[in-house]
């Protein structure tokens, strides 16, 4: 699309994540389509690594019915990782540095050998090197948690912190796995790894293709968030939370008051 201001619109998405003030939705006003806002988005994380922050991964999005009902968009999408984004696990987040933060449950896989592009993933087993349970902190930079797709793209799908579990073989089968998301000891929500396109192994067939489309190209160290596999809750002052996946075990984070 001609006349966008890829960077201009990456420096409001920039400034309200960085002062953790919600803007209003732009995609209306400024005519972003789904390729300008992947656009916008590349021009946003280049914000961060010009600061010095590294590329260090892919997550995915709105790869499960239970996500895609909360924010009512229904396409997957991907988004851009940064070392800055991770938190250790068991690690305090400051939820006063976000604007409506929420968590959620996910599988994180560690990239080893990935096939060419456009080939699909022959053997996952030799393309992902571990599995691991992870909670992923999204903070939507509009107003109300609401946007449209090109919105959501732009705005590096919400992308704002991630904790990764301890890493595992990849096992047998990931993909009927119970996934609980618990608040402060108690269940916040269920869901099991099917919820992730039927099988989270999908999740990462489709990121090779979709971020194919606009040149990226994932390799071997990245990390790869599959996508939740339930809604995500609001992250209170105060909270412990923990992500529970059967067989995998679990990762936790801690919200400062
Ligand atoms: C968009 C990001 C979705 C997921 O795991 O489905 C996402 C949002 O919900 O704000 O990260
Ligand atoms: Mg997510």
Known sequence: MI????????????EAADTATAIPQLADEVGLDVPTAYGVQAALVQRRLDRGERLI????????????????????????????????????V??????????????????????????????????????????ELIDSRYADFRFSLPDVIADNTSAAAFVIGPWSPVPAGLDNLGVLLEVDGRVAQVGSTAAILGDPRRALDE?????????????????FLAG??????????????????????TASLRASE
Do not use: C, N
């Open 3 to 14: 006349g966008v201001d890829t960077l201009g619109v990456a420096a409001k998405l920039g």
């Open 57 to 92: 991964g892919l997550k995915m999005g709105l790869t499960s019915r239970a996500k895609m009902a909360q924010v009512g968009v229904d396409e997957v999408i991907w988004g851009r990782l940064t070392d800055a984004m991770r938190v250790p696990d068991g690690g305090v």
């Open 94 to 135: 400051d939820p006063s540095a976000y604007i409506h933060p929420r968590v959620e449950p996910e599988v994180a896989f560690l990239l080893d050998r990935l096939p060419e592009p456009g080939e699909p993933v022959g053997d996952f087993a030799s393309a992902v090197r571990a599995v691991a349970p992870a909670i």
């Open 207 to 223: 990121g090779i293709r979709l971020a194919g489309r606009h040149g990226v190209r994932l390799e071997s160290g990245w990390v």
């Open 228 to 249: 939740a596999a339930t809604a995500a809750v609001p992250l209170r002052p105060g909270a412990h939370v923990r992500a529970v996946v059967e067989k995998l075990g």
